[in-house]
């Protein structure tokens, strides 16, 4: 097949810029050392307190999870951000930089910026790290036992990154008799006149479609604006089976499938689901190409009803307009878990610009995608 034009390759792989999560390797290469395929808890929606336009938290709100790999996060924290909160260690006593703050705001969390004390519930405790007597919001943050160290410990965790933040203990003071210890590493501190700011933060929303290759669908989705983060990943079926050579057999329920995190203000999800069906074919089942097996299959997961009742009426309307000569058989699935892929699948397209697959099956879906949805490129892409 002739090649085409390296200057093109090179806008694609500005497009898709996302960092390579591994060197240019076969499906059967390892991870690198530093993108671990350590397995992650079902990537699905949570129910926290995430702060609104005015400072204020909100009620209980469903937001995707965030799961990122070991290279993503030593990109986002400082190392001992990422020592204490992704390796579950602790700073020295009577170090950290926010054991004496006595301002008032929020403290959030480093990783996800999801709030997780506030100023009034700070107190000394004379342990020499960060106390607080309660969480900001109890649906913020997730108690685990703790048995390292020979010792029985109640660890806590950042609800919706898995952060380790510290450990609760039952002997602080009332109301509640708790104290949570927490290394100022896991936490970034917000006055009370920028709370405003985390509005932004927690704007996010998640879409999980399948549409055959997982590698494709990353592809396409990565260049539309409001799309903050791109993950390919399986779902369908259980955690032990959600690895890339089992899931290929056709036998474990999953789906190659992708996560797209996005600011539903400027981009909705009757949008998304506009691209996705313009760039497969959504009439083919399970199979797409020459990709073919269950796990290739149409799907879209959906994380609640009116995810499900928006898919539905976009079904409805592309078979009432016979835009495909055969009916829409894309699967509507509850979204019961996403599983990352492992490190190497990751933003796939552009690192592999040169395999003959992704010259003659992915780009060609970028540039249509380009084409056909001008508007919704990110104005950086074509610059």
Not at 133 to 141: D, L, V
Not at 264 to 270: A, M, N, V, Y
Request: aromatic share 8%; net charge neutral.
């Amino acid at each position: 097949m002739r090649r085409r034009p390296i200057a093109l390759l090179l806008l694609i792989g500005l497009l898709l810029a996302g960092g390579c999560q591994g060197p240019a390797a076969t499906d059967s290469a390892a991870a690198p050392p530093d993108s671990k395929d350590v397995r992650k808890p079902p990537m699905s929606n949570v129910r926290v307190r995430v702060i609104d336009a005015d400072g204020r938290l909100t009620g209980p709100i469903e937001t995707p999870r965030l799961v990122l790999n070991d290279t993503q996060w030593h990109e986002r924290l400082t190392h001992e951000q990422f020592r204490i909160t992704r390796g579950k260690d602790t700073e020295r006593a009577f170090c950290g930089g926010l054991l004496a703050n006595k301002e008032s705001g929020m403290y959030v969390c480093v990783c996800c910026n999801l709030p997780l004390f506030e100023s009034a519930s700070k107190f000394e405790s004379g342990t020499g790290w960060p106390s607080f007597f309660q969480p900001a919001a109890s649906e913020n943050i997730r108690e685990e036992s703790d048995l390292s160290g020979g010792r029985i410990r109640t660890e806590i965790l950042c609800r919706r990154c898995d952060a380790h933040l510290g450990h609760v203990f039952d002997d602080g003071p009332p109301p509640t008799g708790r104290r949570y210890c927490l290394n100022s590493d896991a936490m970034r501190f917000v006055p009370t006149d920028q709370l405003a700011l985390l509005a932004e933060v927690s704007n996010q929303a998640q879409a999980v479609f399948a549409g055959g290759c997982f590698w494709c669908v990353e592809a396409v989705f990565r260049q539309l604006d409001g799309v903050l983060d791109v993950t390919s990943g399986y779902a369908g079926g259980t955690p032990n089976t959600a690895d890339y050579e089992t899931v290929s057999t056709g036998r474990t329920g999953h789906a190659e499938s992708v996560r797209i995190v996005y600011d539903p203000r400027r981009i909705s999800f009757e949008t998304l689901l506009n691209v996705h069906f313009a760039t497969h074919d959504p009439t083919s089942r399970d199979r797409q190409g020459n990709d073919v097996g269950p796990q290739y299959r149409s799907a879209i997961f959906y994380a609640d009803e009116r995810e499900k009742k928006i898919a539905e009426a976009a079904i409805a309307r592309l078979n009432e307009s016979k835009i495909f000569h055969q009916p829409v058989v894309t699967t509507l699935e509850p979204l019961v878990g996403f599983y990352p892929a492992e490190a190497k699948h990751q933003n796939y397209v552009a690192c592999h610009l040169d395999q003959s697959y992704i010259r003659e099956v992915a780009i060609p879906k970028v540039e249509k995608t380009r084409a056909k949805f001008k508007e919704l490129i990110k104005p950086s892409a074509g610059k």
